[in-house]
């Protein structure tokens, strides 16, 4: 298992500060020690219609010369463009698409190979079963456009929406739009929202799991005190698991120093890898 540190608390993207340049954020992880860095597809970092072709190309370069790889990308839901790929309006649906496609292009370049897929959220007035139908047909055609060699990994998002909700609604969804490409994911604050156990989702996911977002409560790093990580990585180790452990923390709030988070994250991992 190999260490990835997510960039949303080094962003714009959902808190405006702390923000820095991608380049700044691919150089402070890879000096801290990690194996990957997981770029989120929102400005000032990669907000694919703000990158031309030479950019792209000076980031996979960066992150060659800097020995950190590209783990993962995910998308930016919410805010203006909505990017709802469960949404009743037409035109942000098909915006929404577009989007993950683009990012699934980002991935290639950057030889991720894992994309996060958020699976809407319903709008009131809206049918559950329409919406889920919805995100179910966005993510066939994600998946078919990303190809065999990107994984979709389709997260529970519990604490932020209400579609795919449960470790039940994942296997579900996976299942229905069958597809190789399209796998799991999970991230421990959501399942921490629900009142459930992490190590749980893992023997349920089994092979389907891809990739995992770790963080503890009020998105504080792995080891704060709640989480049962000593458990999680022996579940994962039973299950073979050989994705990326990605620290999904700090982004919630203003008051955070990301490098510390960072440090600590990656020292207390370290210690019952």
Known sequence: MKLSFNTWVYSSFPVWVPA??????I?????????????????PHAFPDYLTR????????????????CSSMLPAPGGGPGFNVASPDLAERA????????????????????????????????????????????????????????TIAVEPT?????????????IEIIEQVD???VAAMFD?????????????????????????????????????GVVDYPSLIEALKANDYEGYLTMEIGFNR???EPDDLARRALSYLKTIL
């Open 20 to 25: 820095y340049p991608l380049d700044e954020v």
């Open 27 to 43: 150089r402070r992880l890879a000096r801290i020690g990690y194996d990957g860095i997981e770029i989120g597809a929102a400005a």
């Open 54 to 69: 030479d950019r792209i190309d000076e980031i996979r370069l960066l992150l060659d010369d800097n020995g950190i790889a």
């Open 95 to 150: 915006a929404a698409i577009d989007q993950y496609k683009k990012v699934a292009d980002l991935c290639h370049a950057w030889g991720a190979p894992t994309l996060m897929y958020v699976a809407g959220w319903q709008i009131f007035g809206t049918d559950r079963r329409q919406a889920w139908a919805w995100s179910a047909a966005a993510l066939e055609q994600i998946a078919d456009h990303a190809g065999q060699d990107l």
């Open 158 to 170: 519990s604490s932020d929406s209400n579609l795919i909700d449960s470790c039940d609604d994942l």
């Open 179 to 181: 597809r190789p490409n």
């Open 188 to 224: 421990t604050y959501h399942t921490l929202y629900r009142n459930e156990v992490p190590t749980d989702y893992v023997h349920r996911l089994g092979s389907r799991l891809k990739h995992i977002h770790l963080a503890d409560v009020n998105r504080e790093p792995p080891g704060s």
């Open 254 to 256: 203003r008051n955070v």
